[in-house]
T-cell receptor, first 114, second 112 residues
Framework: DTEVTQTPKHLVMGMTNKKSLKCEQH?????MYWYKQKAKKPPELMFV???????INESVPSRFSPECPNSSLLNLHLHALQPEDSALYLC?????????????FGPGTRLTVL | DQQVKQNSPSLSVQEGRISILNCDYT??????FLWYKKYPAEGPTFLIS?????DKNEDGRFTVFLNKSAKHLSLHIVPSQPGDSAVYFC???????????FGTGTRLKVLA
């Protein structure tokens, strides 16, 4: 299984809502990532979990809250988002054990904040 | 400050010819480079990678060349096929980190 799955595929939420994005992989990878991608821009790293511990937070606003319940799952909790947070949110995973690792990406969640 | 740049936002190539996509980087600590292909509404798909101990890596129709002194890498696709039409991103990383920096992307169109 070389797949990273993400749910939901699309999400529309208001600025006062609380929602969560979910990501799952069963490749035994020990590093998991959240990226944000705006139209016509490259993916921008938000968070990295390594061996279920948060290792990188790229100064992301606290209205985004990541969680790694186990080595296969990664969540992104959303609260009080702004319209400018509308984007494609991508999850990725990699082996994590060596220095040179390719990342495998999920299909993304298209988020619209009204 | 964009540490990884792809200066050509778009490229059109005839089917069967060579596609050459370029990428420049500024951070000399980068020692691992990757190319990804992305279709609309999908996540990036890994294509090929190269570490700084090599200057060339091949996988089928895809070859990546690395020129460390020029801080430049390129992806060659031979022969190009219409299914190769997508946005291509290069990415760079430093060993010991999990931080990957993506370039701005090049939209490749292969004309039948």
């Amino acid at each position: 299984d070389t797949e990273v799955t993400q749910t939901p595929k699309h999400l529309v939420m208001g600025m006062t809502n609380k929602k969560s994005l979910k990501c799952e992989q069963h490749m035994g990878h020990r590093a998991m990532y959240w990226y944000k991608q705006k139209a016509k821009k490259p993916p921008e790293l938000m968070f990295v979990y390594s061996y279920e511990k948060l290792s990188i937070n790229e100064s992301v606003p606290s209205r985004f809250s990541p969680e790694c319940p186990n080595s296969s799952l990664l969540n992104l909790h959303l609260h009080a988002l702004q319209p400018e947070d509308s984007a494609l949110y991508l999850c990725a995973s990699s082996h994590g054990g060596s220095n040179y690792n390719e990342q495998f990406f999920g299909p993304g969640t298209r988020l619209t904040v009204l | 400050d964009q540490q990884v740049k792809q200066n050509s936002p778009s490229l059109s190539v005839q089917e069967g010819r060579i596609s050459i996509l370029n990428c420049d980087y500024t951070n000399s600590m980068f020692d691992y480079f990757l190319w990804y292909k992305k279709y609309p509404a999908e996540g990036p798909t890994f294509l090929i990678s190269i570490s700084s101990i090599k200057d060339k890596n091949e996988d089928g129709r895809f070859t990546v060349f690395l020129n460390k002194s020029a801080k430049h890498l390129s992806l060659h696709i031979v022969p190009s096929q219409p299914g190769d039409s997508a946005v291509y991103f290069c990415a760079a990383s430093s060993s010991g980190t999990y931080k990957y920096i993506f370039g701005t992307g090049t939209r490749l169109k292969v004309l039948a």
